[in-house]
């Protein structure tokens, strides 16, 4: 059974950074995309931030381009998410996903999903 679990949210300042980690276990995803969706209070969840299994290939939300970046480690089986720059309307849980394929992650369509860590950004 495939496991994503969620680190790294909290309360930060606007202005200040954070960084997210995702754990995958049960099965190794280096031949996955991952990527990373937030969900504010009463809103859809929505794209932020993803990465190809090749990690040259990252694409971004126009919220977060330029503040944002999404790393990967494969030998850790393990996906970040680098936030600088934050702003209070950020505040929302953040999830990671997994999917086979990019265009499939990008939409919302993953196959694996972990619970989420909320993050606050304070003004």
């Known amino acids: 059974q495939v496991q994503l679990v969620e680190s790294g949210g909290g309360l930060v300042q606007a202005g200040g950074s954070l960084r997210l980690s995702c754990v995958a276990s049960?099965?190794?995803?280096?031949?996955?995309?991952m990527g990373w969706f937030r969900q504010f209070p009463d809103k859809e969840r929505e794209f932020v931030a993803s990465?190809?299994?090749?990690?040259?290939?990252?694409h971004y939300s126009p919220a977060v381009q330029g503040r944002f970046t999404v790393p990967r480690d494969n030998h850790k089986n393990a996906l970040y998410l680098q936030m600088n720059a934050l702003k209070p309307e950020a505040t929302a849980v953040y999830s990671c996903?997994?999917?086979?394929?990019?265009?499939?992650?990008?939409?919302?369509?993953?196959?694996?999903w972990g619970l989420g860590t909320q993050v606050t950004v304070s003004s």
């Open positions: 049960g099965r190794s995803l280096n031949e996955h995309a």
């Open positions: 996903a997994a999917s086979l394929y990019s265009d499939y992650l990008r939409r919302g369509d993953g196959t694996y």
């Open positions: 990465v190809a299994w090749v990690p040259t290939y990252t």
